[in-house]
């Protein structure tokens, strides 16, 4: 099974660097197993194909160029070229309502915090700002800085479990949850892929999906 692995992955992960996003299949047969791919880019889960859970940071992870996989996970991988946007850093974004609503394109996928409120007018959430997976939207003169981007990592008090929303009939559908600090896929459940900003993302508000997905999302950071 190890050496099977291997040449899946090579077959797979041997490229050039890639402009696009690419699809990596990495699989574990009970032990940990790597998966290398050339370049460098953000990792989320597409595909699960194995009857053992994939976990991010329990059974799946990515460092640098290498995806690893354990106690049975079996999945295609989401490779995405890496670049500013993508970065999971901490970063500053003023976005600012002349009267009428405005967006402001940011990275949401770990959540987004207001930091300094700029305008007279009242900066509130869910009333003249909050955010979806494109970005930070502000309403009604709300002129403010934000944190994005911000992966919360040393509080426990920042995570905030599962839940578990699905797509019927590839209709469109919203599952209410804290999003303050950032969702993840934790698990798909779904034969339908699972693609964030396609088939599922996430506001203010909550989780959305559609087009058949159905997952397991983690809310936070444990």
Known sequence: MKKLCLVVAVALCAAPLFAEDVSVRCESGGRIERCGFTGTGTVTLLRQLSKSACVQGKTWGSSGNTIWVDN????????????????????????????????????????????????????????????????????????????????????????????????????????????????????????????MNRTWGFDSRGIWVTEGCRAEFALGTP
């Open 72 to 195: 049975g996970c079996r999945a295609d991988f989401l490779v995405s070229p890496y670049n500013a946007s993508s970065a999971p850093m901490t970063s500053a974004v003023v976005c600012e309502s002349g009267g009428k609503r405005h967006h402001c394109d940011a990275d949401t996928r770990y959540g987004v915090q207001i930091s300094r409120q700029l305008s007279k007018s009242s900066c509130v959430e869910g009333k003249s700002w909050g955010y979806d997976s494109r970005g930070v939207w502000v309403d009604n003169g709300c002129r403010a800085e934000f944190i994005t981007g911000a992966r919360p990592m040393t509080s426990a008090s920042n995570y905030h479990g599962t839940v578990v929303c699905e797509s019927i009939n590839n209709v469109r559908h919203r599952c209410k949850a804290d999003t303050r600090f950032g969702v993840q896929v934790s698990r798909q459940l779904s034969k339908d892929s699972c693609i």
